[in-house]
């Protein structure tokens, strides 16, 4: 008998376990209630109910996980509630009025799925669930896809990476001010829980089993049966991820959605100060752009596809004349042109060319890196002040930074017909130094006539990590290394009368932390020790030829779109006052995620 009861306890205990708070159709209402997780944890969620329509009838919900707080939520109200959609906003665990701590994403495939679970579970429900993440709430969409829940109909990701590792920790470098700023500004109601995040990430420099947990891989990209779409900003700090992400949906998914996922790359992403750079139609481009991928991907409008692509993105160029001229105009095409792969090889006498080192020409350059005294970034793929971060961002001009002595510059000549970019960029260094471990750094920049040189992208690689290990392995004193560096993705077009600069150093402070050149590692008591001056050389010969390989494309690869005209096409409703009208409702977007907060 007393078997019998335990079995019909544990069934009672397991109903209670899944019980669900029931919340009724509130037309034109918003509505705070706590869900309950697996392990117990209540998240607060927030549910905005279309206005005026049938509470008898079942609607489809978009959902909006953030640890940024949800009074700002109206932005999805303004875009897609209108159509018949609920919108429902969840605080992630540990952050604003949820209870738990917050775990950097380690819980979120748990938790987006109990929320989803919940969704469908409601009366008011049709038992489809659309999620939309921008930032940390797009890095904790994409682990929805890990529990490959039923429910799941779409995606829309906006500058997120798929892989967090290789953000923070490029090569080893570690983007410190980004991070820890980043994590000091989100509201989590245990202030502790802050510096244990940050100690966690101390203890995890290497590419260790904590961030590949939360990495997509092909079983997770398999699990997609849905449509996707993407927004990415070539000078977003995310813009390498987001394409990732892209292409693991377009290419890895289940077959019957393949080659269906979209992507929007504006020139900017989370720099809105970069926005001056690009003064032809970015910003309205992109919110039009932006807006019918998604209402296409959530199935609000069906429309006939005219020039609006997979793919579509702004061909920037420079903000002068000459730019204007050859770049600064969008494309769209059904998929990333492919480049013809063309090596810029460094010479000793400061030049860049098509022509690799001789004999004849010298072997290497040295020059002295202080860690007391790092190179100042000036620009590049930043979290700005504007946004909540502490960074400029965009295409700064590098002239102050490129004076130094400790800075190696090498320039091709001026071009004499234009120069078009698109796709991923590469540097290949040969090194060495007399320290055991540094940096090395390498900057593309465009050089104007007026002597301005502006940042493309930029990249680094510290030394200890340059295996990718989970152990440092350092430096020998006088031993050549060969080093490889991912420079990220542009498309952008060098226009006739400038010419390329690339710039090699061994810091960009605070874009990355400055290395003190001892070995010494993070989570060590010792850190960060004494600072050595270390004597770094580059070899530019024909044993060590380092490079730059660049993705040349012609202009018939990356034709020009009229994409607001296009746009209007499929989307009559999509006018000029309705750009206007919902560009303040993306901005608050933007502008939510990382709301300025004081420091703890």
Request: hydrophobic residues 35%; proline residues 7%; negative net charge.
């Given at each position: 008998?007393?078997?019998?009861?335990?079995?019909?306890?544990?069934?009672?205990?397991?109903?209670?376990?899944?019980?669900?708070?029931?919340?009724?159709?509130?037309?034109?209402?918003?509505?705070?209630?706590?869900?309950?997780?697996?392990?117990?944890?209540?998240?607060?969620?927030?549910?905005?109910?279309?206005?005026?329509?049938?509470?008898?009838?079942?609607?489809?919900?978009?959902?909006?996980?953030?640890?940024?707080?949800?009074?700002?939520?109206?932005?999805?109200?303004?875009?897609?509630?209108?159509?018949?959609?609920?919108?429902?906003?969840?605080?992630?665990?540990?952050?604003?009025?949820?209870?738990?701590?917050?775990?950097?994403?380690?819980?979120?495939?748990?938790?987006?799925?109990?929320?989803?679970?919940?969704?469908?579970?409601?009366?008011?429900?049709?038992?489809?669930?659309?999620?939309?993440?921008?930032?940390?709430?797009?890095?904790?969409?994409?682990?929805?896809?890990?529990?490959?829940?039923?429910?799941?109909?779409a995606q829309y990701v906006a500058w997120a990476p798929a892989e967090m590792y290789q953000i923070l920790f490029p090569y080893g470098a570690y983007k410190q001010k980004t991070a820890e700023d980043w994590l000091l500004g989100v509201?989590?109601?245990?202030?502790?829980?802050?510096?244990?995040?940050?100690?966690?990430?101390?203890?995890?420099?290497?590419?260790?089993?904590?961030?590949?947990?939360?990495?997509?891989?092909?079983?997770?990209?398999?699990?997609?049966?849905?449509?996707?779409?993407?927004?990415?900003?070539?000078?977003?700090?995310?813009?390498?991820?987001?394409?990732?992400?892209?292409?693991?949906?377009?290419?890895?998914?289940?077959?019957?959605?393949?080659?269906?996922?979209?992507?929007?790359?504006?020139?900017?992403?989370?720099?809105?100060?970069?926005?001056?750079?690009?003064?032809?139609?970015?910003?309205?481009?992109?919110?039009?752009?932006?807006?019918?991928?998604?209402?296409?991907?959530?199935?609000?409008?069906?429309?006939?596809?005219?020039?609006?692509?997979?793919?579509?993105?702004?061909?920037?160029?420079?903000?002068?004349?000459?730019?204007?001229?050859?770049?600064?105009?969008?494309?769209?095409?059904?998929?990333?042109?492919?480049?013809?792969?063309?090596?810029?090889?460094?010479?000793?006498?400061?030049?860049?060319?098509?022509?690799?080192?001789?004999?004849?020409?010298?072997?290497?350059?040295?020059?002295?890196?202080?860690?007391?005294?790092?190179?100042?970034?000036?620009?590049?793929n930043n979290l700005p002040d504007s946004i909540g971060g502490t960074i400029p961002c965009g295409p700064l001009d590098q002239s102050p930074a490129d004076a130094r002595t400790d800075v190696l510059k090498f320039q091709t000549s001026?071009?004499?017909?234009?120069?078009?970019?698109?796709?991923?960029?590469?540097?290949?260094?040969?090194?060495?130094?007399?320290?055991?471990?540094?940096?090395?750094?390498?900057?593309?920049?465009?050089?104007?006539?007026?002597?301005?040189?502006?940042?493309?992208?930029?990249?680094?690689?510290?030394?200890?990590?340059?295996?990718?290990?989970?152990?440092?392995?350092?430096?020998?004193?006088?031993?050549?290394?060969?080093?490889?560096?991912?420079?990220?993705?542009?498309?952008?077009?060098?226009?006739?009368?400038?010419?390329?600069?690339?710039?090699?150093?061994?810091?960009?402070?605070?874009?990355?932390?400055?290395?003190?050149?001892?070995?010494?590692?993070?989570?060590?008591?010792?850190?960060?020790?004494?600072?050595?001056?270390?004597?770094?050389?580059?070899?530019?010969?024909?044993?060590?030829?380092?490079?730059?390989?660049?993705?040349?494309?012609?202009?018939?690869?990356?034709?020009?779109?009229?994409?607001?005209?296009?746009?209007?096409?499929?989307?009559?409703?999509?006018?000029?006052?309705?750009?206007?009208?919902?560009?303040?409702?993306?901005?608050?977007?933007?502008?939510?995620?990382?709301?300025?907060?004081?420091?703890?």
């Amino acid at each position: 008998m007393s078997g019998f009861f335990s079995v019909v306890l544990l069934l009672v205990l397991a109903v209670v376990a899944v019980a669900v708070n029931k919340i009724p159709f509130q037309g034109g209402r918003k509505v705070e209630t706590m869900v309950s997780m697996r392990d117990g944890v209540e998240l607060h969620t927030m549910i905005i109910f279309p206005r005026g329509h049938d509470s008898s009838k079942k609607y489809p919900t978009i959902m909006d996980r953030s640890p940024y707080g949800y009074q700002d939520l109206e932005w999805i109200t303004d875009i897609f509630v209108p159509f018949g959609y609920i919108a429902i906003g969840q605080d992630m665990r540990g952050t604003e009025k949820s209870q738990g701590n917050f775990t950097m994403w380690q819980s979120d495939a748990a938790d987006s799925n109990d929320l989803g679970n919940w969704i469908v579970q409601q009366d008011w429900s049709d038992g489809r669930v659309m999620t939309f993440g921008a930032s940390a709430d797009g890095m904790g969409s994409f682990q929805t896809i890990k529990e490959n829940p039923s429910w799941l109909a779409a995606q829309y990701v906006a500058w997120a990476p798929a892989e967090m590792y290789q953000i923070l920790f490029p090569y080893g470098a570690y983007k410190q001010k980004t991070a820890e700023d980043w994590l000091l500004g989100v509201t989590m109601p245990n202030p502790d829980v802050v510096y244990d995040n940050i100690k966690t990430v101390h203890e995890n420099e290497a590419h260790t089993d904590f961030w590949k947990a939360v990495e997509l891989n092909d079983k997770d990209y398999s699990n997609i049966k849905f449509r996707s779409a993407f927004w990415g900003g070539w000078y977003d700090l995310f813009v390498l991820g987001t394409i990732q992400a892209y292409d693991g949906y377009n290419l890895k998914s289940d077959p019957s959605v393949q080659k269906t996922s979209v992507i929007t790359i504006d020139p900017v992403g989370h720099c809105l100060e970069g926005a001056e750079f690009f003064p032809q139609n970015a910003v309205e481009g992109r919110t039009g752009v932006a807006i019918v991928q998604a209402f296409e991907v959530f199935g609000i409008r069906p429309h006939t596809r005219n020039a609006i692509k997979n793919v579509t993105f702004y061909v920037m160029s420079s903000n002068d004349d000459a730019g204007k001229s050859v770049g600064q105009y969008w494309t769209s095409l059904e998929t990333f042109p492919t480049p013809k792969m063309i090596d810029y090889y460094l010479h000793p006498d400061g030049s860049a060319s098509l022509v690799p080192p001789t004999p004849s020409e010298s072997s290497s350059t040295s020059y002295k890196y202080d860690p007391a005294d790092p190179v100042p970034t000036l620009g590049g793929n930043n979290l700005p002040d504007s946004i909540g971060g502490t960074i400029p961002c965009g295409p700064l001009d590098q002239s102050p930074a490129d004076a130094r002595t400790d800075v190696l510059k090498f320039q091709t000549s001026v071009l004499k017909e234009e120069l078009a970019l698109t796709g991923p960029m590469f540097a290949t260094l040969y090194v060495s130094s007399d320290a055991i471990d540094t940096d090395f750094t390498v900057k593309i920049s465009d050089v104007y006539p007026t002597g301005e040189v502006r940042l493309l992208q930029d990249n680094a690689v510290r030394m200890r990590w340059r295996q990718d290990t989970q152990e440092p392995v350092y430096m020998k004193k006088g031993e050549v290394y060969q080093v490889e560096m991912n420079l990220w993705n542009t498309s952008y077009i060098v226009a006739p009368g400038h010419a390329l600069r690339i710039s090699v150093s061994s810091s960009n402070y605070p874009r990355f932390s400055v290395n003190p050149n001892n070995g010494i590692l993070f989570k060590d008591e010792a850190y960060p020790g004494a600072n050595i001056t270390a004597k770094n050389t580059l070899f530019h010969s024909l044993r060590y030829p380092s490079k730059v390989t660049l993705p040349v494309v012609t202009r018939l690869q990356i034709p020009e779109v009229h994409v607001i005209k296009e746009i209007q096409k499929s989307f009559p409703m999509v006018t000029d006052e309705f750009i206007k009208a919902k560009t303040p409702a993306v901005t608050r977007m933007l502008t939510r995620m990382h709301a300025p907060k004081p420091k703890l």
